[in-house]
């Protein structure tokens, strides 16, 4: 089974990382009332210009807010997935498909202010109110029948070594700031990568098999989402390793890769991907307009 996946450049932020919290966005939980930013000031930025905030708008990000100032600058798409907690390409494909030229021509940055210190779930919801207000953004969701790729046990009721029940009374979002990073770099709540030997390791701590099916798909570069039918409930904790180098001549980086981390999975998580189909939530664009200058 060959899996292929096309990288754009709006979902660079999402292959580098990491996961979701749930791979329906549409019903993550939202404050009561709409809150919005004191103040914001939105212009379009060169493609060159350096990233700001990638880390902490990253959907699943194990980042909150240490204040109530927000410095960031990455494509519109970023700013859509973080407000909606989206991950999964055939999530938001068709939304950015139908996007203007003119918000694609450039990256977006965004300065905005907000009273006190608000929850990351706060800043996701004045995002949404931002992008609403400034760029008249109306969307909705629509569930689709679509072909996907099924995270299943190869056998019944058993794990691989890198596969345990999460045991620990603690979250994965106990503690963490904007600023707290370490020598490895986080990639999901509660995950990190970094190199070991030649080999990359993956650990990821107190995820649903959901979250970690959301955060496997765009790591192994899968056309199609990948959806838990592991029928397994509960937290878990991973640790894999994976061969890493360069391909064999006339074989992509990406498929390569995508190969070599199946198996790898299959062989340490004891879970295996099959070609399925489900009903997926999918965002659609009804309206979007230029933000007002500033």
Known sequence: MRMRGGVLRCLAFVLGALGLVSIAGAQQKTPSKELEFEVASIRPSLWSSPDKGYPFVV????????????SLNAPFMAYVNFAYDLISV?????ADGSLPKWVKESQWDIEARAEGVPTRAETQQMMRSLLKTRFKLALHFENRKQE???????????????????TSQSSCHDG????????KEQLYCGGQYWNDHGRGR???????MAELAAYLGPNMGLDRALVDQTGLSGRYDVDFAYVQGDPPQGETWMDYIGDKYRDEVQEQLGLKIVPATAQ???????????????
């Open 280 to 294: 997926l939530p999918v965002l659609v664009l009804d309206h979007i307009e230029k933000p007002t200058p500033n």
């Open 202 to 208: 993956r650990a990821i701590s107190d995820v649903s």
């Open 148 to 166: 996907v790729y099924a995270l299943k046990l190869v056998k019944s009721g058993k794990f691989g070594p890198g596969l345990k029940l999460h």
């Open 176 to 183: 963490l700031g904007t600023e707290q990073m370490n020598d």
């Open 59 to 70: 959907p699943g990000s194990n980042l909150r807010p240490t204040s109530g100032l927000f």
């Open 90 to 94: 055939q999530e938001w494909r068709p």
